[in-house]
Protein backbone atom coordinates (compact mmCIF):
# COMPACT_ATOMS: atom_id res chain seq x y z
CA UNK A 1 0.00 0.00 0.00
CA UNK A 2 1.00 3.57 -0.53
CA UNK A 3 0.50 6.33 1.25
CA UNK A 4 -0.54 10.32 0.37
CA UNK A 5 -1.49 13.40 2.21
CA UNK A 6 -5.12 12.63 1.16
CA UNK A 7 -5.51 8.93 0.28
CA UNK A 8 -4.20 5.18 1.32
CA UNK A 9 -3.11 4.14 -2.49
CA UNK A 10 -4.19 0.46 -2.80
CA UNK A 11 -3.10 -1.63 -5.99
CA UNK A 12 -4.66 -4.71 -6.65
CA UNK A 13 -3.26 -7.24 -4.44
CA UNK A 14 -3.06 -5.55 -1.27
CA UNK A 15 -6.88 -4.29 -1.87
CA UNK A 16 -8.16 -8.22 -2.74
CA UNK A 17 -6.77 -9.41 1.00
CA UNK A 18 -9.39 -6.84 2.88
CA UNK A 19 -12.09 -8.85 1.56
CA UNK A 20 -13.82 -10.23 4.79
CA UNK A 21 -17.19 -11.79 3.74
CA UNK A 22 -15.87 -14.96 3.23
CA UNK A 23 -19.74 -16.03 3.27
CA UNK A 24 -20.78 -14.24 0.32
CA UNK A 25 -21.76 -16.16 -3.27
CA UNK A 26 -22.91 -14.83 -6.43
CA UNK A 27 -23.41 -16.86 -10.05
CA UNK A 28 -22.47 -15.86 -13.09
CA UNK A 29 -26.06 -15.72 -14.00
CA UNK A 30 -26.46 -13.15 -11.24
CA UNK A 31 -23.64 -11.43 -12.04
CA UNK A 32 -24.64 -11.53 -16.40
CA UNK A 33 -27.88 -9.72 -14.74
CA UNK A 34 -26.35 -6.66 -12.56
CA UNK A 35 -22.99 -5.65 -15.43
CA UNK A 36 -23.48 -3.24 -17.81
CA UNK A 37 -23.58 -2.83 -21.65
CA UNK A 38 -19.36 -4.01 -22.31
CA UNK A 39 -18.63 -3.91 -18.76
CA UNK A 40 -16.51 -6.82 -18.42
CA UNK A 41 -16.35 -8.01 -15.12
CA UNK A 42 -16.38 -11.32 -13.64
CA UNK A 43 -16.88 -13.60 -10.07
CA UNK A 44 -12.68 -12.96 -9.28
CA UNK A 45 -13.31 -8.79 -9.55
CA UNK A 46 -16.65 -9.59 -7.52
CA UNK A 47 -14.58 -11.11 -4.68
CA UNK A 48 -11.20 -8.92 -5.09
CA UNK A 49 -12.41 -5.19 -5.55
CA UNK A 50 -16.27 -5.32 -5.08
CA UNK A 51 -16.83 -7.14 -1.71
CA UNK A 52 -13.90 -5.48 -0.15
CA UNK A 53 -15.23 -2.02 -1.32
CA UNK A 54 -18.55 -3.25 0.77
CA UNK A 55 -16.30 -4.44 4.08
CA UNK A 56 -15.26 -0.69 4.17
CA UNK A 57 -18.36 0.46 3.52
CA UNK A 58 -19.61 -1.76 6.48
CA UNK A 59 -16.90 0.06 9.04
CA UNK A 60 -18.56 3.01 8.01
CA UNK A 61 -22.35 2.15 7.84
CA UNK A 62 -22.14 0.83 11.53
CA UNK A 63 -19.72 3.68 12.97
CA UNK A 64 -22.89 6.02 10.56
CA UNK A 65 -25.68 4.03 12.71
CA UNK A 66 -23.68 4.18 16.22
CA UNK A 67 -22.79 8.03 16.38
CA UNK A 68 -26.65 8.66 15.08
CA UNK A 69 -28.52 6.64 17.69
CA UNK A 70 -25.91 8.02 20.18
CA UNK A 71 -27.13 11.70 19.06
CA UNK A 72 -30.81 10.65 19.13
CA UNK A 73 -30.17 9.46 22.87
CA UNK A 74 -28.54 12.95 23.52
CA UNK A 75 -30.78 15.14 21.47
CA UNK A 76 -33.77 12.95 23.04
CA UNK A 77 -35.05 13.35 19.57
CA UNK A 78 -37.75 10.80 17.98
CA UNK A 79 -36.11 7.73 16.23
CA UNK A 80 -36.21 8.33 12.66
CA UNK A 81 -34.97 6.64 9.30
CA UNK A 82 -32.19 8.77 8.41
CA UNK A 83 -30.83 6.80 5.64
CA UNK A 84 -27.11 5.92 4.72
CA UNK A 85 -26.01 7.81 1.57
CA UNK A 86 -23.42 6.66 -1.35
CA UNK A 87 -22.73 9.06 -3.91
CA UNK A 88 -21.05 7.20 -7.46
CA UNK A 89 -20.01 9.57 -9.90
CA UNK A 90 -17.61 9.09 -12.48
CA UNK A 91 -18.07 9.83 -17.26
CA UNK A 92 -20.40 8.34 -19.23
CA UNK A 93 -19.62 4.64 -19.87
CA UNK A 94 -16.96 3.71 -17.26
CA UNK A 95 -18.78 1.40 -15.35
CA UNK A 96 -21.26 3.76 -12.45
CA UNK A 97 -24.03 1.05 -12.67
CA UNK A 98 -22.29 -1.78 -12.76
CA UNK A 99 -20.95 -0.60 -9.64
CA UNK A 100 -23.99 0.32 -8.17
CA UNK A 101 -25.76 -2.54 -8.50
CA UNK A 102 -23.21 -4.29 -7.40
CA UNK A 103 -22.94 -2.56 -4.29
CA UNK A 104 -26.62 -2.78 -3.88
CA UNK A 105 -26.78 -6.43 -4.02
CA UNK A 106 -24.08 -7.04 -1.63
CA UNK A 107 -24.90 -4.80 1.11
CA UNK A 108 -27.91 -6.36 1.31
CA UNK A 109 -26.62 -9.82 1.88
CA UNK A 110 -24.81 -8.03 4.87
CA UNK A 111 -28.04 -6.40 6.08
CA UNK A 112 -30.42 -8.78 5.04
CA UNK A 113 -33.18 -7.15 7.24
CA UNK A 114 -32.13 -3.41 6.23
CA UNK A 115 -33.78 -1.54 2.72
CA UNK A 116 -31.02 -0.96 0.00
CA UNK A 117 -32.14 1.16 -2.33
CA UNK A 118 -30.70 2.56 -6.03
CA UNK A 119 -31.23 5.48 -8.09
CA UNK A 120 -29.69 7.67 -10.87
CA UNK A 121 -29.36 11.28 -11.94
CA UNK A 122 -30.63 10.47 -15.01
CA UNK A 123 -34.58 10.68 -13.72
CA UNK A 124 -33.30 14.58 -12.68
CA UNK A 125 -32.48 15.49 -16.02
CA UNK A 126 -35.42 17.73 -17.95
CA UNK A 127 -37.34 16.00 -20.34
CA UNK A 128 -35.87 16.51 -23.79
CA UNK A 129 -39.18 18.79 -24.85
CA UNK A 130 -37.57 21.42 -21.99
CA UNK A 131 -33.95 20.80 -23.02
CA UNK A 132 -34.93 21.95 -26.67
CA UNK A 133 -36.95 25.03 -25.01
CA UNK A 134 -33.98 25.93 -23.80
CA UNK A 135 -31.53 25.44 -26.67
CA UNK A 136 -29.39 22.84 -24.61
CA UNK A 137 -30.09 19.56 -26.70
CA UNK A 138 -26.53 19.47 -27.26
CA UNK A 139 -25.57 19.94 -23.93
CA UNK A 140 -27.44 17.19 -22.70
CA UNK A 141 -25.64 15.55 -19.11
CA UNK A 142 -23.53 18.99 -18.59
CA UNK A 143 -24.64 20.45 -15.38
CA UNK A 144 -27.60 23.29 -16.82
CA UNK A 145 -29.40 20.14 -18.35
CA UNK A 146 -30.37 18.45 -14.80
CA UNK A 147 -33.58 19.62 -12.15
CA UNK A 148 -30.71 20.64 -9.95
CA UNK A 149 -33.10 22.27 -7.56
CA UNK A 150 -35.46 18.82 -7.61
CA UNK A 151 -32.64 16.45 -7.32
CA UNK A 152 -31.31 19.08 -4.44
CA UNK A 153 -35.02 18.85 -2.56
CA UNK A 154 -35.03 15.22 -2.84
CA UNK A 155 -31.79 14.35 -1.26
CA UNK A 156 -33.14 16.45 1.48
CA UNK A 157 -36.48 15.00 1.79
CA UNK A 158 -34.79 11.28 1.88
CA UNK A 159 -32.26 12.64 4.18
CA UNK A 160 -34.97 13.61 6.82
CA UNK A 161 -36.60 10.22 6.57
CA UNK A 162 -39.77 11.38 4.48
CA UNK A 163 -42.15 8.81 2.98
CA UNK A 164 -42.28 7.65 -0.52
CA UNK A 165 -40.23 10.29 -2.38
CA UNK A 166 -40.54 10.02 -5.98
CA UNK A 167 -37.94 10.05 -8.09
CA UNK A 168 -38.94 10.78 -12.19
CA UNK A 169 -38.19 7.28 -14.35
CA UNK A 170 -35.38 7.84 -17.41
CA UNK A 171 -35.51 5.53 -20.59
CA UNK A 172 -32.45 4.85 -22.32
CA UNK A 173 -34.22 3.58 -24.93
CA UNK A 174 -36.65 6.27 -25.57
CA UNK A 175 -33.40 8.88 -24.69
CA UNK A 176 -35.86 10.53 -22.63
CA UNK A 177 -37.91 11.10 -19.73
CA UNK A 178 -40.76 8.98 -19.51
CA UNK A 179 -43.81 10.47 -18.49
CA UNK A 180 -46.22 10.06 -15.88
CA UNK A 181 -43.69 7.26 -14.55
CA UNK A 182 -41.58 7.02 -11.48
CA UNK A 183 -39.39 5.12 -8.91
CA UNK A 184 -40.45 5.34 -5.63
CA UNK A 185 -38.33 5.68 -2.91
CA UNK A 186 -39.74 4.68 0.86
CA UNK A 187 -37.14 5.16 3.79
CA UNK A 188 -34.85 3.07 2.78
CA UNK A 189 -31.89 2.28 5.39
CA UNK A 190 -29.20 2.92 2.70
CA UNK A 191 -29.78 4.67 -0.74
CA UNK A 192 -27.21 4.29 -3.50
CA UNK A 193 -27.09 7.78 -5.73
CA UNK A 194 -25.26 6.90 -8.93
CA UNK A 195 -24.82 9.72 -12.30
CA UNK A 196 -22.39 11.53 -13.38
CA UNK A 197 -23.19 14.73 -11.74
CA UNK A 198 -23.03 13.11 -8.06
CA UNK A 199 -20.10 15.30 -7.10
CA UNK A 200 -20.28 18.40 -9.09
CA UNK A 201 -20.62 21.87 -7.46
CA UNK A 202 -23.62 23.64 -9.42
CA UNK A 203 -22.64 27.46 -9.75
CA UNK A 204 -26.18 28.33 -8.82
CA UNK A 205 -26.72 26.57 -5.80
CA UNK A 206 -26.26 26.91 -2.34
CA UNK A 207 -26.35 23.19 -1.36
CA UNK A 208 -25.27 20.44 -3.34
CA UNK A 209 -26.54 16.72 -4.01
CA UNK A 210 -22.81 15.70 -2.50
CA UNK A 211 -24.02 17.37 0.83
CA UNK A 212 -26.00 14.32 1.62
CA UNK A 213 -23.47 11.96 0.78
CA UNK A 214 -22.12 9.85 4.09
CA UNK A 215 -19.45 8.45 1.05
CA UNK A 216 -18.91 9.13 -2.23
CA UNK A 217 -16.96 7.07 -5.07
CA UNK A 218 -15.72 8.41 -8.40
CA UNK A 219 -14.71 5.49 -11.52
CA UNK A 220 -11.48 7.20 -13.07
CA UNK A 221 -10.21 5.82 -16.71
CA UNK A 222 -8.41 7.49 -19.03
CA UNK A 223 -10.28 9.23 -21.23
CA UNK A 224 -9.23 6.81 -24.55
CA UNK A 225 -10.34 4.01 -22.63
CA UNK A 226 -13.93 5.46 -21.70
CA UNK A 227 -13.97 6.41 -25.66
CA UNK A 228 -13.48 2.95 -26.56
CA UNK A 229 -16.16 1.29 -24.14
CA UNK A 230 -18.03 4.64 -24.98
CA UNK A 231 -18.48 3.57 -28.78
CA UNK A 232 -18.68 -0.24 -28.16
CA UNK A 233 -21.75 0.36 -25.82
CA UNK A 234 -23.10 2.30 -28.80
CA UNK A 235 -22.99 -0.58 -31.23
CA UNK A 236 -24.22 -3.06 -28.61
CA UNK A 237 -26.78 -0.36 -28.47
CA UNK A 238 -27.86 -0.14 -32.14
CA UNK A 239 -27.62 -3.98 -32.62
CA UNK A 240 -30.37 -4.68 -30.44
CA UNK A 241 -32.41 -1.40 -31.29
CA UNK A 242 -33.71 -2.77 -34.98
CA UNK A 243 -36.54 -4.54 -33.97
CA UNK A 244 -38.21 -1.66 -32.41
CA UNK A 245 -39.08 1.24 -33.91
CA UNK A 246 -39.51 3.54 -30.95
CA UNK A 247 -35.65 2.90 -29.81
CA UNK A 248 -33.97 5.86 -29.65
CA UNK A 249 -31.39 3.90 -31.56
CA UNK A 250 -32.89 2.23 -33.92
CA UNK A 251 -32.49 5.00 -36.16
CA UNK A 252 -28.77 3.94 -36.54
CA UNK A 253 -29.80 0.52 -38.17
CA UNK A 254 -30.87 1.65 -41.82
CA UNK A 255 -27.66 3.88 -42.18
CA UNK A 256 -24.40 2.79 -43.00
CA UNK A 257 -22.27 1.43 -40.16
CA UNK A 258 -19.14 3.76 -40.59
CA UNK A 259 -21.23 6.97 -40.74
CA UNK A 260 -23.43 5.58 -37.53
CA UNK A 261 -20.37 5.27 -36.02
CA UNK A 262 -18.69 8.56 -37.09
CA UNK A 263 -21.69 10.02 -35.46
CA UNK A 264 -21.03 8.74 -32.42
CA UNK A 265 -17.37 10.10 -32.26
CA UNK A 266 -18.53 13.01 -32.83
CA UNK A 267 -20.82 13.38 -29.48
CA UNK A 268 -17.85 11.62 -28.03
CA UNK A 269 -15.65 14.15 -28.72
CA UNK A 270 -18.08 17.15 -28.74
CA UNK A 271 -20.58 16.31 -25.73
CA UNK A 272 -19.31 13.89 -23.48
CA UNK A 273 -15.79 14.62 -23.99
CA UNK A 274 -15.87 17.88 -22.92
CA UNK A 275 -18.26 17.33 -19.97
CA UNK A 276 -15.93 14.72 -18.62
CA UNK A 277 -12.67 17.09 -18.95
CA UNK A 278 -14.99 20.21 -18.15
CA UNK A 279 -16.87 18.98 -15.26
CA UNK A 280 -16.81 15.44 -14.21
CA UNK A 281 -13.16 14.97 -14.07
CA UNK A 282 -12.21 18.10 -12.00
CA UNK A 283 -14.74 16.47 -8.92
CA UNK A 284 -12.39 13.20 -8.30
CA UNK A 285 -10.43 14.65 -5.85
CA UNK A 286 -13.53 15.18 -4.08
CA UNK A 287 -14.77 11.26 -3.73
CA UNK A 288 -13.75 9.26 -0.45
CA UNK A 289 -12.74 6.46 -2.71
CA UNK A 290 -11.75 6.44 -6.21
CA UNK A 291 -11.70 3.16 -9.05
CA UNK A 292 -9.10 3.41 -11.11
CA UNK A 293 -9.20 1.11 -14.61
CA UNK A 294 -7.35 0.27 -17.41
CA UNK A 295 -8.02 -1.72 -20.60
CA UNK A 296 -11.29 -4.00 -20.71
CA UNK A 297 -12.33 -2.10 -17.21
CA UNK A 298 -9.47 -4.14 -15.72
CA UNK A 299 -9.05 -2.31 -11.76
CA UNK A 300 -6.03 -1.68 -11.53
CA UNK A 301 -6.16 0.60 -8.17
CA UNK A 302 -8.36 1.67 -5.70
CA UNK A 303 -7.46 5.27 -3.46
CA UNK A 304 -9.26 5.45 -0.23
CA UNK A 305 -9.51 9.01 1.43
CA UNK A 306 -7.66 9.01 4.64
CA UNK A 307 -10.71 10.07 7.37
Not at 58 to 72: A, G, H, P, T, W
Not at 245 to 261: G, K, L, M, Q, S
Amino acid sequence: MQKSNTFYIFDREDWKSLNTAENFSMTDEELEALSALNDNVSLKDVREIYVPLASILDVFIKSYNKEQEQLRKLLNTPQKRAPYIIGIAGSVAVGKSTLARLLQTILAQYYKDQQVDLITTDGFLYPNEILEEKGIMNRKGFPESYDMHRLITFMGDVKSGKVKVQVPKYSHNIYDIVPGQFQMIDQPDILIVEGINTLQLPANEKIYASDFFDFSFYVDAEPENVEKWYLQRFGILVDTAFKDPTNYYNRFTDIDRVEAFDFAQSVWKEVNLRNLVDYILPTRFRADAIIHKTTDHYIDQILLRKH
